[in-house]
């Protein structure tokens, strides 16, 4: 409950275009300390999240998208899921 409440909090303190200010929230909120307390599967869920929206940043913007894809593929790996994108659809797409 307390890395909810410090991603909801994370929102007050960065302001941006809505996807881009996500993405910065959840890697936040996957970088503090409290993030290694909660359970494997709201981990998972939460990587699993991150994965969405870079994929809908991707679609968006991929220059944004490559400003974020360094450090969210190190936390995802550091949480066990994968962290590398594959680009399809001749690279108009990506899919974790």
């Known amino acids: 409950m ?15 275009k809505s996807r881009e200010e ?15 307390k909660t359970t494997d599967t709201f981990r998972e869920g939460t990587a699993g999240y991150l994965q969405e929206e870079l994929q809908k940043l991707y679609k968006e ?21 994968n962290s590398v994108p594959i680009y399809l659809n001749g690279g108009n797409e990506i899919q974790f």
Do not use: C, D, W
Request: aromatic share 8%; glycine share 6%.
């Open 22 to 36: 996500e993405i910065q929230v959840i890697m936040r909120q996957m970088q503090a300390p409290e993030f290694k």
């Open 61 to 81: 913007n991929n220059r944004i998208f490559n400003k974020y894809i360094g450090k969210a593929s190190e936390l995802l790996k550091a949480n066990g899921v």
């Open 2 to 16: 307390s890395s909810t409440l410090s991603h909801e909090s994370f929102h007050t303190q960065i302001r941006g």
